[in-house]
């Protein structure tokens, strides 16, 4: 049995906030129904065809839900909507900003004919305040919440490499419902969870936020390395490959000298004495690593690393990914279908080993609504008709 067999939730969801939200529900054993519109669907569909034909984003956050489309504009679309919160322990949208209310699925709409219901909506910038109503999509926030003000190069800001404003705010969501099912379990009453994209990153930017406290200078940008510890961050070695490194303090860095560099007169060198100095003087000690290590391989470098044993790590591409050999050593690969054939997918990190965490298809577009509608009371003549009227 999974922690979430029995619990349904319905989903007004695209993109990726709200739809990786609901997937770690599913993960959990959750019956997750994905509302689409007819024909079309979630929009992140059709982001690429990368995975023979589906969309890499969609594949990733929409795996063992069921898809159910509907017009959210037909006449019936409430009575069908009504019908599925009826049976439903969890709401989760991210319609675009008072999208929701207009269609009458606000929390305080719902909360006195459902009132076991836990809400949670999910958007940019929250329910109320100035900038409610502001477009927001991943990058925007990645750049509003300060993220991009300390990330890239001191030449060039970048935005991170995955879309970690959507995922913060669906892991926030995620959180949080499991939190109001056990609040449901003790009180009986539903509730609304509000999760902004640009709360959620801004808790994750506090290290910075404290790091500029009263006025103090921001973290700078350093590309890969580290803006306040040295040596930290990327190294080529002789091959060309990339051997990322990290020293902590003062006892690692003598060890570093001695068993990686193999110039232990380094430890005491009055510019490298600490790691104010070290970071200080990083152009002249970087000179010092790359001359060392250009005379080595990666994997060379790697074993005098571990050897120390120094942190390190290898710059791996999204190739190297697929083949790890730590990932294929602890099983984490599995199969799941999809509407071209079946293709390996991740475990869901930390499930214990009391259960297995649900793995179920990536659905087709309205693959389920039949189905669904049947359960909801609709005969096949209903829906039949509802078809001809494109209302699903």
């Not at 929701?100 to 219901?117: C, F, Q």
Request: one cysteine or more; a negative charge.
């Amino acid at each position: 049995m999974r922690p979430l067999d029995g619990i349904t939730v319905v989903s007004l969801e695209h993109a990726v906030s709200a739809p990786f939200c609901t997937r770690q529900l599913a993960d959990l054993g959750a019956r997750v129904i994905k509302v689409e519109r007819p024909g079309v669907g979630d929009f992140a569909r059709d982001y690429d065809q990368r995975v023979r034909g589906l969309a890499s984003y969609f594949v990733w956050c929409n795996r063992s839900k069921e898809s159910l489309t509907l017009d959210l504009k037909h006449p019936q679309s409430g009575e069908i909507l009504d019908r599925l919160l009826g049976m439903a322990d969890v709401f989760v949208q991210n319609l675009a900003p008072g999208a929701a209310a207009r269609l009458g699925l606000s929390y305080e709409d719902l909360r006195n004919k459902h009132p076991k219901l836990i809400v949670c909506d999910i958007s940019g910038y929250g329910a109320d305040g100035p900038y409610r109503d502001k477009k927001a999509y991943d990058v925007l926030i990645q750049s509003e919440s300060g993220l991009i003000s300390i990330t890239g190069t001191p030449e060039e800001p970048s935005k991170a490499g995955c879309a970690i404003a959507d995922i913060a705010a669906g892991m926030y969501g995620f959180s949080n419902i499991l939190a109001a099912l056990i609040q449901l379990s003790k009180t009986g009453r539903g509730c609304r969870i509000d999760v902004s994209m640009f709360e959620s990153t801004v808790e994750w930017m506090t290290y910075g936020l404290y790091y500029a406290f009263e006025g103090a200078s921001p973290p700078e940008r350093a590309g890969a390395s580290h803006p306040a510890i040295y040596p930290y961050g990327p190294f080529p070695a002789g091959d060309g490959q990339i051997v990322m490194l990290g020293l902590q303090n003062d006892r690692e860095w003598a060890i570093f000298c001695e068993k990686v560099l193999k110039r232990p007169e380094l430890a005491t060198d009055p510019r490298f004495a600490s790691n104010p100095r070290r970071s200080a003087a990083r152009q002249e000690l970087k000179a010092i690593v790359v001359d060392a290590f250009s005379k080595l391989t990666a994997q060379e470098v790697i074993e005098r690393l571990d050897a120390a044993p120094i942190a390190n790590a290898r710059m791996n591409n999204m190739h190297d990914l697929w083949e790890h050999a730590q990932l294929k050593a602890r099983n984490r690969w599995v199969e799941i279908d999809t509407s071209v054939g079946p293709i390996p997918a991740l475990l869901p990190p930390g499930a214990p080993e009391a259960y297995s965490p649900r793995m179920d298809a990536v659905p087709a577009i309205g693959q389920h609504t039949d189905s669904i509608l049947h359960e909801l009371g609709y005969t096949d003549e209903a829906i039949a008709q509802l078809r001809s009227q494109q209302a699903i």
